[in-house]
């Protein structure tokens, strides 16, 4: 009897380790690769962990074909100069908020919730540096809005 309820206890504590696992992972320390970001919005600052696509390779590939983000992280598009760029959400599978980003890491523009699977490109609006993209409804839900600062290494101080 004693061996059942060991049984039970372990297949209990391995279950719940099952369902919180993600949610301790994804606030765990940034998995390689990844780089912090932060958007200074007021007073506030919000942190997220960003994969930061730097070759047209990786720009073209972007968040395809992946079904989930977890909330505190991002991806950072990198075109290396400064030009009017434009989006789009062709196998992607999840919503996003792109947020278009000049040279000085203020934010031009932001496209909220953007279509998945959609070939609609998404205009910069002006000529920008970076695209960040994080999930569909961050933005609004922390108050992110345009002229707000993007702090990363890729923007002038």
Known sequence: MRAVRTCVAACLALMALAFTAPAVLA??????????????????????????????????????HRNYMPADRGMLFDFKRVEPVAMWMQNTFISLDMLFIRADGTIARIAERTEPLSTRTIPSGEPVLSVLEINGGVSETLGIKPGDRVEHALFKR
């Open 27 to 64: 606030q765990a320390a940034p998995a390689a690769g990844l780089e912090t970001l932060a958007i200074v919005s007021g007073e506030k600052r919000h942190l997220f962990q960003v994969e930061v696509m730097r070759t047209p390779e990786q720009r073209a590939r972007g968040l395809m």
